[in-house]
């Protein structure tokens, strides 16, 4: 089982639709969880980051997060073509012996005009 | 200002050759990483420094070694290269494990 698994994709919503990503992960330590954006040929960008249970909203950008259920989700409002790249969820989790994030593979999003 | 620069953006090389990858911050951040990404996009950790002090070392070929002069750079040399380590190698930094990392902009490697 990896640790921080992710829906490949593509997801395709049409613009001005809601996207909706989701992640799930199988350490129950983790407690620092992170969502990415990815441009194709470009770096990670950090567009989000939650730490407790329930919902934290920046501007067209939601994050949720359930810790009994091992689960994370990202929403984004009023999708953009702008917006289509891949979205990589990361956990990370307060232990002496491992200080870096664990990345899922990612989820392509594509918003289409 | 770049916070997190990497270079060479591309390196192409034969089998065999030993290159290095530099990395700088001028982020003031404590820890720095480096992750390969492969051809499907998984960000896997190598290594991380923290304050010029090896923190993790993941199953990675003794081929990789990491080196850190001080807390704002990162270098990573590679032996032997071979086939299987074409990808992009990102650098990058954080402050504390419970923020989020900045990423260098990537070193595409290509060994032929």
């Known amino acids: 089982q990896k640790e921080v698994e992710q829906n490949s994709g593509p997801l395709s919503v049409p613009e001005g639709a809601i996207a909706s990503l989701n992640c799930t992960y199988s350490?129950?330590?983790?407690?620092?969880f992170f969502w990415y954006r990815q441009y194709s040929g470009k770096s990670p960008e950090l567009i989000m980051s939650?730490?407790?249970?329930g919902d934290k909203e920046d501007g067209r950008f939601t994050a949720q997060l359930n810790k009994a259920s091992q689960y994370v989700s990202l929403l984004i409002r009023d999708s953009q073509p702008s917006d289509s790249a891949t979205y990589l969820c990361?956990?990370?989790?307060?232990?002496?012996?491992?200080?870096?994030?664990?990345f899922g593979s990612g989820t392509r999003l594509q918003v289409q005009p | 200002d770049t916070a997190v620069s990497q270079t060479p953006k591309y390196l192409v090389t034969q089998m065999g050759n030993d290159k290095s990858i530099k990395c700088e911050q001028n982020?003031?951040?404590?820890?720095m990483y480096w992750y390969k990404q492969d051809s499907k996009k998984f960000l896997k950790i190598m290594f991380s420094?923290?304050?010029?002090?090896?923190?993790i070392n993941e199953t990675v070929p003794n081929r990789f070694s990491p080196k850190s002069p001080d807390k704002a750079h990162l270098n990573l040399h590679i032996n032997s290269l071979e086939l299987g380590d074409s990808a992009v190698y990102f650098c990058?930094?954080?402050?504390?494990?419970?923020?989020?990392?900045?990423f260098g902009s990537g070193t595409r490697l290509t060994v032929v």
């Open positions: 939650i730490y407790s249970n």
């Open positions: 990361a956990v990370n989790r307060r232990d002496t012996g491992r200080r870096a994030l664990t």
């Open positions: 990058a930094s954080s402050q504390t494990r419970d923020y989020g990392y900045t």
């Open positions: 982020l003031g951040h404590d820890t």
């Open positions: 420094y923290n304050n010029k002090e090896l923190i």
């Open positions: 350490d129950r330590g983790s407690q620092s």
